[in-house]
């Protein structure tokens, strides 16, 4: 098993320019999500999904786009990315079940200039 | 909805020190709770979990207890490893039923030899 795979895993961007950061999971887990990692901030969760076709916001769901098309994937788009969209992005799955455990990717380090 | 609180560090320890990391929670009800463990250039990783009152969740020499009296579920370990130098994050799900996890902000563990 492959578990949460993240592309790319650094990534520099212009502002104004849009990307997709991929993820990909292999253990046919119901629930994806994305959370953002700034200094000081902890996690924040930007968008998440309980299963194909199902997608809801987070926290911090502006300049952010997701969709589900499948189990396996789930992209975040950016847009027109800005310098505030600066972080290191982690994508994260788990079976449905609030006692269920997250596994999550190795992170995708996004600088916008 | 369900909040936590974690101690803010930094956290620097001498090898073999006694290790406490607090964090506290609101809830309604009883979710259960986690310590999730970053490794520098790592996404993160369940250390431990608890998933009801008075439950002592316990790995790699690590504990937590789940004490419904004071809300808090901190993080010990009786004798700290340069390997354990790393962030520890408290988490909790978002509100009951809730799929969304909600994280601390984290505190960072520096173990010196």
């Known amino acids: 098993n492959a578990g949460v795979t993240q592309t790319p895993k650094f990534q520099v961007l212009k502002t104004g320019q849009s990307m997709t950061l991929q993820c990909a999971q292999d253990m046919n887990h119901e629930y994806m999500s994305w959370y953002r990692q700034d200094p000081g901030m902890g996690l924040r969760l930007i968008h998440y999904?309980?299963?194909?076709?199902?997608?809801d916001q987070g926290e911090v769901p502006n300049g952010y786009n997701v969709s589900r098309s499948t189990t396996e994937d789930f992209p975040l788009r950016l847009l027109s990315a800005a310098p505030s969209q600066t972080s290191v992005y982690f994508c994260?799955?788990?079976?449905?079940?609030?006692?269920?455990?997250?596994?999550f990717g190795a992170g995708s380090r996004l600088t916008v200039l | 909805g369900n909040s936590v609180t974690q101690m803010e560090g930094p956290v620097t320890l001498s090898e073999e020190a006694f290790l406490t990391i607090n964090c506290t929670y609101t809830a309604t009800g009883y979710p259960s709770l986690f310590w999730y463990v970053q490794y520098p250039g790592e996404g993160l990783q369940l250390l431990l979990k608890?998933?009801?009152?008075?439950d002592k969740g316990s790995n790699k020499g690590f504990e937590a207890t789940y004490r419904k009296e004071t809300t808090s579920f901190h993080l010990e370990k009786g004798s700290v490893q340069v390997s354990d130098s790393a962030v520890y994050f408290c988490?909790?799900?978002?509100?009951?039923?809730?799929?969304?996890?909600?994280f601390g902000k984290g505190t960072k563990l520096t173990v010196n030899p």
């Open positions: 608890a998933t009801k009152a008075d």
């Open positions: 994260a799955s788990r079976v449905t079940g609030r006692a269920n455990v997250l596994t």
């Open positions: 988490a909790l799900p978002v509100q009951g039923g809730s799929e969304k996890l909600v």
């Open positions: 999904s309980v299963g194909a076709g199902i997608t």
